[in-house]
T-cell receptor, first 111, second 114 residues
């Protein structure tokens, strides 16, 4: 089952660019939404939670559209260190509230 | 420092052998999870546990077994019945069972079957 869908990329952008990632989810009962970041061969780490009202953390902005079951992440003024895979994550009440992970979108920021 | 410790980091196994991956957390979290990640794939849930002495199958539990005898520990056994065991295994915990919150991950265990 494809509960969380993301464009796998890769997205290759120059430093300073703005880049947006999108994600759709299939379970309308999902309650919690997150973006995680995963560096190559490392464990995922929480980047930010996503709230209905939208939220911003420095250069990162996350938006949630419950009606369309759509989540987005905007990265402004990209840095080389932003190069990673970004995972869209949605809660699953059917599995003890374990999180369902998308396959990730790969970002490469170039000089 | 609080966190999740997985061991071993790298493991090689011959076909037909069982292997157990260790996961220990000192965060006092109720819920613990095991995920598997294959190249180019998302994380897939193997097993989860919301409370000591209780655990549930995730999406891909076949060929795996777990135990949760202590709150801090949630070991995963990869049995010989698992057809494609070579993967990156990630253990995670969250503060309260039944509430989706941030997952804290260990550094992972890479299992290679020779």
């Amino acid at each position: 089952r494809k509960e969380v869908e993301q464009d796998p990329g890769p997205f290759n952008v120059p430093e300073g660019a703005t880049v947006a990632f999108n994600c759709t989810y299939s379970n309308s009962a999902s309650q919690s939404f997150f973006w995680y970041r995963q560096d190559c061969r490392k464990e995922p780490k929480l980047l930010m939670s996503v709230y209905s009202s939208g939220n911003e953390d420095g250069r990162f902005t996350a938006q949630l559209n419950r009606a369309s079951q759509y989540i987005s992440l905007l990265i402004r003024d990209s840095k080389l260190s932003d190069s990673a895979t970004y995972l869209c994550v949605v809660s699953d009440s059917n599995s003890g509230y374990a999180l369902n992970f998308g396959k990730g979108t790969s970002l490469l920021v170039t000089p | 420092d609080g966190g999740i410790t997985q061991s071993p980091k790298y493991l090689f196994r011959k076909e037909g052998q069982n292997v157990t991956l260790s996961c220990e957390q000192n965060l006092n979290h109720d819920a613990m999870y095991w995920y598997r990640q294959d190249p180019g794939q998302g994380l897939r849930l193997i097993y989860y546990s919301q409370i000591v002495n209780d655990f549930q199958k995730g999406d891909i539990a076949e060929g795996y077994s777990v135990s949760r005898e202590k709150k801090e520990s949630f070991p995963l056994t990869v049995t010989s019945a698992q057809k494609n065991p070579t993967a990156f295994y990630l253990c995670a915990s969250s503060i309260l069972a039944g509430i989706s919150g941030e997952l804290f991950f260990g550094e992972g265990s890479r299992l290679t079957v020779l």
